[in-house]
Nanobody, 126 residues
């Protein structure tokens, strides 16, 4: 089983930055990929980026590239999402997800991730 817990959400003004963290705990299984997604009201879940544990690769979606960055603290089994220059349209519930399947690349499809955190709300005011 894998448990994921996000933290760091909140209310910020446009142009500000926010850092989200996702801490993973896994028993008897190994996480291969962790990803960040978000869901805005009335929209589909959107892939933001992810990190491959085995190869160390990181991927960031084109839609947020240049503003968002992903990093991983191996010792703490934590993945962070650094969000800069936030816009009102970034308002959403942000989720981290994990899969134990041995994909060779960071996958972008929500359905390929088995484990999900509870989500954390990010609200960007104009």
């Amino acid at each position: 089983q894998v448990q994921l817990e996000e933290s760091g959400g909140g209310l910020v003004q446009a142009g500000e930055s926010l850092t989200l963290s996702c801490t993973a705990s896994a028993r008897t299984v190994s996480i291969h990929i962790m990803g960040w997604f978000r869901r805005a009201p009335g929209k589909e879940r959107e892939f933001l980026g992810g990190h491959g544990f085995s190869g160390g690769s990181t991927s960031v979606a084109d839609s947020v590239k240049g503003r968002f960055a992903i990093s991983r603290d191996v010792g703490k089994n934590t993945m962070t999402l650094q969000m800069n220059s936030l816009k009102p349209e970034d308002t959403a519930v942000y989720y981290c997800a994990a899969t134990t399947r041995p994909f060779n690349v960071v996958i972008t499809t929500p359905g390929q991730y088995r484990y999900w955190g509870q989500g954390t709300q990010v609200t960007v005011s104009s």
